[in-house]
C-alpha cells in the first residue's frame, strides 16, 4: 500500500524495501494462520467427538501421525493417494478463481480413467508398443475429462444453469456411464469376480518415480500445479480470469470475452480432473472398474477450500489430506472404528474451516499499518 | 403373488407405482428446499441431511420398534443439521453454497460412521394404505398401495401453497427472500428468519430420508441415496419455488427413477444402469430448458445466491 511507503520515507531505500517485505509477510500469513487455526479447532472438536463414544483421541492422532507420515511405507501410501487430490483440487481451484464452484471433478475423473482404459484396448489388442498407448490415453483422458467440466461451464454460461449442481449431477452419470459399459458391452470375460474392462496391460503400466516408491502422476501433479499457478498470476488470463471472479459486470464493462474464460477455466479444469483418472488406470488399476470412483474428486474440493483455491498450496494441503486417508485402514483395524470416521473428520474439519472465513479481517495484527478499524 | 401377465401395460402402471413410491423423498426434501429459498438461502446440504435422516430413522425404529418414532427422530436429526446451515450463514462473509457442500460431505459421513451397525439388522417398516382394493390385478394393487407419507406430503405441499399466500407467516418469508433490507425496515430479523425457514426444511429433508430406509427401498445401506436431495434442490428451480408445482415435479423424478425398475420388471434387463441415470439426464435437461440467462426467472426470490 502506498500509505505505508509514506511513513516510512525517512528511513533508507533499503529499511523501507526490508519494512515492505516484512509487511507483507504479516499480512498475508492471515491466509496461513486462520486455516491452521480452524485446522485445530476441527481436531479438538472431532477429540471431543471421540471421548464422547469412548475412544481415546490420542491413540487416534498418534494412529493418524503413524499410519499417514510415520513410516517409509506410510508415506508412500500418502503420496499415492496426495496425487490424484492435487490434480482433482484444481479442478476445483481454477474456476472458482472465476468465482464457480464446481464440485464436479470425481465425474471428470471417472470418465476420463474409463475412456483412457476403453482406447487402450484396441491398441493393446493390436499390440502397440507403450510409448504409443500411453500418450493416446493420456490424451484421450484429459481430452474427456475437459469436455466434461467444459460442458458445465458452456451450460453456466450460455444458459444460465447453476455450476455446482450441474456439475454434481454430470458426476453421477459419468459414473452411470462407466458402469453401464463396464457390466454391459466392454466387461472383462476374464474377469468373473469384478466388473472390470480388459486390463491394459504390465507393459503399458506407468511404472513408479525411481527411488520414490511414488507413481509418477505425482510430479506430474506438481508441474501441472506450478504451470497453473503461473497462469492464474503471471498471465493475462489469469488476470482476466480474476477480473471476471472479482465482477462479472466489471469484466464484462472492459470487454471481457467472459463466456470464453469461463469455458476455458472449466476445460482446464476437467483436465486436471481427467489427468488424475488417466494416472489411476495406467498407474494403479491397470483397468477401469467402479474402483475409480473413490472419492478423490470429493476430497479433492476439501483441499482446494483448504488451500484458499492457490494451486501452489494445493500440494501441501493434498499432501496432509492424503495423509488422513492413507491412516484411515489402520485407524479402522487398530481403533475398530468404522471406514467413515476419516470422512467425518474431513467433513467436520470443512465445516470449521467456512466458518473460520468470517474471521478474516476481524485481527488488527494482520491489517495494513495505519488501518486504525 | 401370482402375477397376472399385462403385457406392455405393465411398464406405464410400474412407472405410476414408482412414481408414487420414489416420488416422496423427493417432495419432502424439494417442499423443505423451497421453505429455505423462500426465504434467500440456499441449502445444497440436503443430501447429508436426507442421508443422515434415513440411518437415523432406520436405527431409531430398530431399536425402539415403531417406525413412526423413526420418522421424527429423522425429522429431528434433520432439524439439527439445518440449525448448524442456518446458524453458520448468520456469520458475515460465509457462503452458503460452499456450507452446503461440507454440510452434504459431514451429513454423509456422520450417517456412515453411526450407520455401519444397522445394515444387517431387519427394523420394522412403516405401514402402508391399500387404496387399489377395486382392482383384480395384483400389479394394480401393489401400485395404489399407498405410504401415509406420500399423503402427509400431498397436504403439506397445499398447506405451504395456500399459506405463502395467506398467512403473515408466509409474507414474512416471502419478504425475507425478496428484499432483505424491507425485511429489516420492517423490524424482522433476516438471519432468524432465515434460520427458522432453515431448521424447518432440514426437518421435512430428514422425513425424506426416513422414507428411503423404513419405506422404499427400505432398508438402510450406504448407497440409499445417490444425489436424491441434490435433485430437490434443482427440481425445487423446475417448480419456480411452488410448492404444488414441487409435487407434480417429484412425480415426474419419480417417474424418471421408476423407469429403469420398470423396465426390468417386464425383462428388459439391457441398459439396467443407463436407466440409472434417466433422473439426473431428466434433471439436467430440465433445467437447461427451464432456465434462461436473459431473464431472471419468475417466482424467483431475489435474494437468492443462485439465481443472480
New interface residues.
Partial sequence: MADTVNQDAATPAVGVAFADAVERIRRSSEYVVIPLLALIAAGLLFSIFLLALGHSPITFFSLLWRGGFGTEFSWQNTLVRAAPLILTALCVAIPARLGL?I?GGEGALVLGGFSAAVIAIPLVTASAPNYIVLPIMLVVATGVGAFWIGLVGM?R??????E???S???S??AI??M??FV??ALRDPGNPNKPSTLPIGDANMIGNVPGLGVHWGLPAGIVVAVALWVLMNRTTFGFAARVTGGNVRAARAQGLPVGKLMVTACAIAGACAGLAGFFEVAAIQGKANASLAAGYG?TG??VA?LARQNPIAIVPVAIFLGGIAAAGGLIQRRMG?????V??L???M??V???S??L?GRFAFFRPRGDKR | MNETDIGAYGVPLAMLAGAIRVSTPFLFVSLGECLTEKSGRIN?GLEGTLVFGAMSGYAISYLTGSPWLGVLAAGISGCFFGA?HGY?CK?????D???G???M??????A??FG?PFIQPQAPHLPSISLGFWSDLPQVQSALSINPLFLVGIVLAVFMWWAFKNTRWGLIIRMTGDSAPAALAMGYSVDWVRFLATTVGGFFAGVGGAFLSLYYPGAWSEGLS??QG??A??LV?FARWNPLACFGAALLFGAAGALGPALQSVGIT?????F??AP??L??FI??AS????RSLKGAPGELS?TK
Fill in positions: 464452484t464440485i451450460l454460461h450460455y444458459r444460465g444453469i447453476n455446482t449442481i450441474a454434481l449431477l454430470m453421477y452419470i452411470a456411464i458402469n453401464f457390466e454391459g470429493f474440493i476439501l477450500f472404528m468404522p471406514d467413515a470416521t470422512q467425518v474431513q467433513g467436520l470443512f465445516v474451516l467456512l466458518v472465513e468470517t478474516y | 445444497l448448524i453458520i456469520l458475515p462473509k460465509v457462503n453454497i460452499a456450507i457442500i461440507a454440510m460431505l459431514f451429513g454423509t459421513g456422520l456412515f460412521f455401519k445417490s444425489g441434490l435433485m434442490v434443482a428451480i439391457q441398459g439396467y444402469y443407463f440409472n441415470a439426473y439426464l434433471t439436467l433445467m437447461i432456465v434462461s440467462p436473459k443462485i
